[in-house]
């Protein structure tokens, strides 16, 4: 029997993770721009493609990427987001699953896509993740991407909530590399400003096989 994952920093963080629901639903009623990285993360597949949004929160960016075509599978082990995902976007598949949890037995059993085009792993889902699992977080998705596909990865380095982690780039780098992947692009926004220290995007991609 495989073991329950350990407890994340967003699980942890209890009544204070309710600003986010509010925060994005608020938003999404004013009718805000809130499809920056569903714009990014659209441009680097084809149409049609495979998505998995790993961590996927209120299924906001799922919701969007799928509105362009795309055949989305959203993950978040969050019961409250997940019931908040399915009330307000009903035909997004959604996985009530950890990442470390998210395999292609499970997917498989509830008929969906195991391998992915494209993984999207946004809204400071790395900085929320339990203590120490980073690498195996991006190993497990890296396992996940189908035979050229990428992850789009989206985070504050500093000054992210409270309950959140301080993640160096340098770091996150040597975690990504370590998890099999490699680094293509770094930038400061989803609009592919220059790096900055405040926010960090990635796109990642499976390392080649050394040659022997």
């Not at 309710?18 to 809130?34: C, I, N, Q, T």
């Not at 990442?99 to 792993?121: H, K, M, N």
């Amino acid at each position: 029997m495989t073991p329950d994952p350990p407890p994340t920093r967003w699980a942890r963080g209890g009544p204070a993770n309710e600003y986010y629901g509010r925060k994005f639903g608020a938003l999404l009623a004013d009718g805000r721009d809130v499809d920056g990285e569903a714009r990014l993360a659209d441009a680097l597949v084809g149409r049609g493609a495979r998505v998995l949004d790993a961590g996927a929160g209120m299924g906001r960016v799922g919701a969007a990427l799928q509105r362009r075509g795309h055949r989305v599978v959203a993950a978040e082990p969050d019961p409250a987001l997940v019931a908040q995902t399915r009330l307000t976007f009903p035909d997004l598949d959604v996985v009530e699953a950890d990442i470390l949890g998210l395999s292609p037995e499970l997917l498989a059993g509830r008929g969906l896509a195991t391998e992915f085009d494209l993984v999207v792993c946004v809204g400071n889902v790395m900085i929320f993740l339990a203590e120490g699992t980073e690498r195996a977080v991006l190993a497990r998705l890296a396992g996940l991407l189908a035979e050229g596909g990428r992850m789009l990865v989206g985070f504050h380095p500093v000054g992210g909530p409270t309950t959140s982690r301080v993640y160096p780039p340098e770091e996150f780098a040597a975690d990504a590399e370590a998890a099999g992947l490699r680094v293509d692009l770094r930038a400061g926004s989803y609009e592919l400003h220059p790096p900055t220290e405040e926010y960090a995007v990635w796109v990642l991609s499976r390392a080649p096989e050394p040659t022997a």
